[in-house]
């Protein structure tokens, strides 16, 4: 689901999947073949412990799926219901089948929670059960997974109670993360469990065929036992590794691909062209500050919130951007990127709200004040930090260049130290809190302001840097608790914690990440979505 640092890959790793070519309406097996690149190859296909579910959301089905613009519609779940309090829902299932012809039940979605929020099963999304009753205690070994509020009623009927009411509970339900595994075949492939597409079965409408744990292709093949299978049209669709832009470029060009996403550089060429798409994902890139970094005077530094705002009236985001994408886009408010949520009263697009001070204002003469009251307040002349970065995001080169030239030359005695690394070693260092400031990108779960907010929150997991203001903490509780079945002073709580982030620059939000793509025009349907699942195939055909 997203990208947790210019570093590595959470939800979004299999999210920047490219599409491509489709069917047509003769069922022509032929014709019905996608041809798609992607750019990083699959790491499990366990829906427990995977950290994306960009594209596999067309193999690994759940009770629900996103449609046009994030919308939950129904999938394994034919029907729900929710209680007065929002506290208890009641999903009944349809008839349906998993890939090998065994029924899909109300217990593989028993089984499937309970194995996920299981301690030795180390799943990162584990968090995300916390608001299901005793979810947070079993995650932390203190409680039986069976005692987790999830509950068979009878083979087609799965109740779930939970701690408190969650507004986004019905597009959280259409995470794969969420849907059912089957027992029968966790305890058959034991350890080799989601390491090859052959040890796995799958409940959605494709299959993946292909794939041994390390290959560079594999393929989705039509689920036949899908339960809506008449009305998928594609066959097959095939995915190569192409990580280089230009040779992904190149194959669009000669026809092997339909589908290319376009490097900042590629972008400036096609601007006009009829076949460019906006496949953005909300993401924001941002640095990520380390509160609690090893080296005591970097910590004391860092800890200084002169500093942190000295740095963010430092960097003029908009040329920053334009050297990112180049040309400007929607300049950033805050942690929250435009297109992800909105009010739920007047429409209003959440970052719209959350942004109506200076912080990520460029201004030099302020920056400067700001940074000479800290020097002052911390007894030195000199600040020398050290700004990590990943080597495989193609924009880690461009932006920690422009943000070591911007803060050295506006901040005297400023100097800003590259580390750009592996992104697998970046992600190691984050987790053992090696880092002194990160270059991170975070995206988003599902559409609701708190699959971002919920990052810098004091204790989860991903919050690396340990971010810890209590009046933030304290917003994000009463959202969560109070204010929980009240959408609008639940969405106001959040507006609150947005701007209490900018203020304190907890982090200091750079830019929104865009993502165009060229789409050859006789693909037809491709139902790309935001936040979540990002790719959904099911109505995607060739027009001829």
Same mark, same amino acid.
């Given at each position: ?28 097996? @032929?014709?019905? /073949?996608? $041809?798609?690149?992607?750019? *990083?190859?699959?790491? #499990?296909?366990?829906?427990? %412990?995977?950290? +994306? &579910? ?47 012809? @065994?029924?899909? /039940?109300? $217990?593989?979605?028993?089984? *499937?929670?309970?194995? #996920?929020?299981?301690?030795? %099963?180390?799943? +990162? &999304? ?419």
């Amino acid at each position: 689901m997203k990208k947790l640092l210019a570093v590595s890959s959470m939800t979004i790793l299999l999210g920047t999947v490219l599409a491509a070519c489709g069917n047509n309406s003769n069922n022509d097996a @032929k014709t019905q /073949t996608l $041809n798609l690149s992607a750019t *990083s190859q699959l790491s #499990t296909l366990d829906v427990s %412990t995977s950290t +994306g &579910y960009g594209s596999t959301g067309n193999a690994f089905s759940s009770f629900y799926k996103l449609g046009d613009k994030g919308k939950p519609i129904p999938d394994l779940a034919k029907s729900a219901k929710t209680s007065k309090d929002g506290k208890t829902w009641t999903f009944h299932l349809r008839k349906a089948k998993w890939s090998d012809g @065994k029924d899909i /039940t109300a $217990n593989d979605f028993v089984y *499937s929670w309970r194995r #996920t929020v299981m301690p030795k %099963t180390k799943a +990162g &999304y584990a968090y995300l059960f916390n608001n299901v009753e005793n979810g947070e205690a079993i995650s932390n070994g203190q409680m039986s997974p069976n005692k987790l509020g999830i509950h068979a009623l009878n083979k087609q009927t799965v109740q779930i109670k939970l701690n408190r009411p969650i507004a986004y509970f019905k597009t959280l339900m259409a995470y794969p993360l969420f849907g059912p595994q089957s027992q029968a075949a966790v305890n058959k492939y034991g350890d080799k469990y989601g390491t090859n597409s052959k040890y796995m079965v799958y409940s959605g409408p494709f299959s993946i065929e292909g794939w041994n744990g390390t290959n560079d292709k594999w393929s989705y093949v039509k689920n036949n036992n899908y339960w809506d299978a008449k009305n998928i049209k594609l066959r097959k669709i095939n995915y190569t590794v192409v990580a280089n832009p230009t040779t992904s470029l190149n194959l669009y060009n000669q026809g092997k691909i339909d589908v290319t996403a376009l490097s900042s550089e590629q972008l400036k060429n096609y601007k006009t062209n009829p076949e460019m798409h906006d496949y953005s994902y909300s993401m924001t890139t941002f640095l990520r500050y380390n509160f609690k970094d090893p080296d005591e005077q970097n910590r004391k530094i860092i800890n200084n919130l002169n500093i942190r705002k000295a740095i963010s009236l430092a960097i003029d985001r908009n040329q920053l951007n334009e050297s990112i994408l180049g040309f400007n886009t929607k300049k950033i408010t805050g942690f929250v990127p435009f297109g992800l949520a909105n009010d739920p009263k007047t429409g209003k697009d959440f970052a719209d709200q959350q942004g109506d001070n200076n912080s990520l204002a460029y201004n030099k003469k302020l920056a400067k004040q700001y940074y000479e009251k800290g020097l002052k307040e911390l007894g030195i002349k000199h600040v020398s930090l050290t700004l990590m970065g990943a080597d495989d995001d193609a924009n880690t080169s461009v932006a920690t260049q422009y943000l070591k030239s911007q803060l050295e030359s506006v901040l005297p005695g400023f100097s800003l130290n590259l580390r750009t690394i592996p992104g697998k070693l970046a992600t190691q260092n984050l987790n053992k809190g090696n880092f002194d400031i990160a270059l991170s990108s975070w995206g988003g779960d599902f559409k609701d302001p708190i699959t971002f907010l919920q990052i810098p929150e004091r204790n989860t997991p991903y919050n690396f840097g340990n971010y810890n203001d209590s009046k933030y903490n304290e917003l994000l509780k009463k959202a969560a608790t109070t204010d929980a079945n009240d959408a609008n002073k639940r969405w106001q709580d959040l507006i609150n914690a947005s701007k209490e982030l900018n203020d304190n620059q907890g982090i200091s939000p750079l830019y929104q990440v865009r993502t165009y793509y060229l789409q050859k025009s006789n693909v037809k349907d491709i139902i790309h979505n935001s936040a979540g699942p990002q790719w959904n195939y099911t109505r995607t055909f060739i027009k001829k």
